[in-house]
Each structure stands twice: as C-alpha cells, then as structure tokens.
C-alpha cells in the first residue's frame, strides 16, 4: 500500500469517525454547537489532504 492509498484510508476513517460524532452529538442539549465544531475540523482536514501533490490539489 502506498503512502497516499493510506492517506486516503484513514481520512476515511475519520470522516467516519466524524460522522459517528456529529449523530451522538446531535443527541444531547447544546449539541449543534459541536456538530458545528466536527463539520469545521472535517472541512480543514479536507483542505490539508487536497493540498497533497498527487491527490487532487497542487
């Protein structure tokens, strides 16, 4: 396995790992708040991982 085959596997993972997140967090008072706080960290990964070369970005 290359090294961008297991950047891309645990990103996956983590989204859903995020994912997982946000509905326990959906389930509890105050919850948006961190749903708000998972879906921001999930977009700067995001933007981490395109700027990789190869992958998408530059």
Do not use: C, H, R, Y
């Not at 090294?3 to 105050?30: C, H, I, R, S, T």
């Not at 708000?36 to 700067?44: G, H, L, P, R």
Request: no cysteine; net charge negative.
């Amino acid at each position: 396995m290359g090294m961008f085959d297991k950047v891309n596997e645990m990103k996956d993972k983590a989204e859903g790992l995020a994912e997982q997140a946000k509905d326990m967090a959906g389930k509890v008072p105050g919850g948006e708040a961190v749903t708000e706080k998972i879906d921001e960290a999930t977009e700067k990964a995001s933007e981490l991982t395109d700027k990789i070369p190869g992958q998408g970005g530059e």
